[in-house]
């Protein structure tokens, strides 16, 4: 497989990041589910200069081959650095910890695959239920293998 495409997109997106612009995803996986559901559309928009991330928010953090969008649940200091801890609302544990160069954007913005718009208001600044949302998202994996 010719991972050569990918690559370049991936850094086109770094880029346009970089440059201020907002970026538009596609979720792929189930990791934010109820939050962001496999097939929204996923707005990045890049960390205003000197204004951190605050925890409850849904970020964006690079990761090879592309992206990881999870919500940031604690930040912390090693000594040397500012350390970024997120987790996927239906994960079972934390992502390891990632530095400010790794961070990417903030979502702005998600479109359901049925055409809904979910702000922020509505995704970020929320505690979890990651034990609930993981039976929810068996119970839905269920029904889809089904076909109900």
């Given at each position: 497989?010719?991972?050569?495409?990918?690559?370049?997109?991936?850094?086109?997106?770094?880029?346009?990041?970089?440059?201020?612009?907002?970026?538009?995803?596609?979720?792929?996986?189930?990791?934010?589910?109820?939050?962001?559901?496999?097939?929204?559309?996923?707005?990045?928009?890049?960390?205003?200069?000197g204004?951190?991330?605050?925890?409850?928010?849904v970020?964006?953090?690079?990761?090879?081959?592309?992206?990881?969008?999870?919500?940031?649940?604690?930040?912390?200091?090693?000594?040397?650095?500012?350390?970024?801890?997120?987790?996927?609302?239906?994960?079972?544990g934390?992502d390891?910890?990632?530095?400010?160069?790794?961070?990417?954007?903030?979502?702005?913005?998600?479109?359901?695959?049925?055409?809904?718009?979910?702000?922020?208001?509505?995704?970020?600044?929320k505690k979890?239920?990651?034990?609930?949302n993981?039976?929810?998202?068996?119970?839905?994996?269920?029904?889809?293998?089904?076909?109900?």
């Amino acid at each position: 497989m010719n991972r050569l495409p990918h690559l370049v997109l991936k850094e086109i997106g770094f880029t346009l990041l970089a440059e201020g612009k907002t970026l538009k995803v596609k979720a792929e996986g189930f990791s934010m589910f109820p939050s962001v559901r496999p097939g929204s559309v996923i707005y990045i928009e890049p960390f205003e200069e000197g204004r951190e991330p605050v925890t409850g928010e849904v970020i964006a953090w690079k990761k090879d081959p592309g992206f990881v969008v999870h919500r940031l649940i604690r930040i912390f200091n090693d000594g040397s650095s500012t350390l970024f801890v997120t987790r996927g609302d239906s994960c079972p544990g934390e992502d390891d910890p990632v530095t400010a160069a790794q961070l990417a954007g903030r979502v702005i913005r998600v479109e359901t695959p049925g055409g809904k718009i979910l702000l922020p208001d509505s995704f970020s600044g929320k505690k979890p239920y990651y034990r609930l949302n993981r039976i929810l998202l068996r119970i839905n994996s269920y029904m889809r293998r089904v076909g109900l």
